[in-house]
């Protein structure tokens, strides 16, 4: 038995791109998160992950650092995820970040950009 949890369209702003205008002004990201876990053996927030630190861990990631590919941005997240909760008797199945960015160069062209870092334990 495993649940899935979703984390959709978390705001943020940052400062990631590969050209100095990117990396000078705030813009707008938006991160999902899809997280499966094993099942745990009480009704305790403390057996589990919660939503408000991994939304708070995103949040401070994207408006903190700057990475030059959302790629490496997604990869970043999901790798701060898996460590913080290594330890939970919830254990971590899968993960998914995808990290959307919306006003790109490429915005009269497209609704958005969006990269999906995926990573499977078992």
Known sequence: MSFDINISKIKCSGKHGIYD?????????????????????????NKTLNYEEIVNLVLNTVNTKSFDLIETL???????????????????????????KPD????????????????KFK
Do not use: M, P, R
Not at 74 to 100: D, G, L, P, W
């Open 21 to 45: 205008f990117e990396k000078q002004n705030y813009q707008e990201i938006l991160v999902d998160i899809h997280i499966n876990i094993s099942d745990f053996s009480e009704d305790d927030i």
């Open 74 to 100: 997604a990869k970043n997240i999901s790798e701060q995820i898996v460590f913080k909760y290594e330890k939970s008797e919830a254990v971590i199945q899968e993960i998914k970040v995808t990290v959307h």
């Open 104 to 119: 790109t160069i490429l915005k009269d062209k497209t609704d958005g950009i969006s990269v999906s870092y995926c990573e």
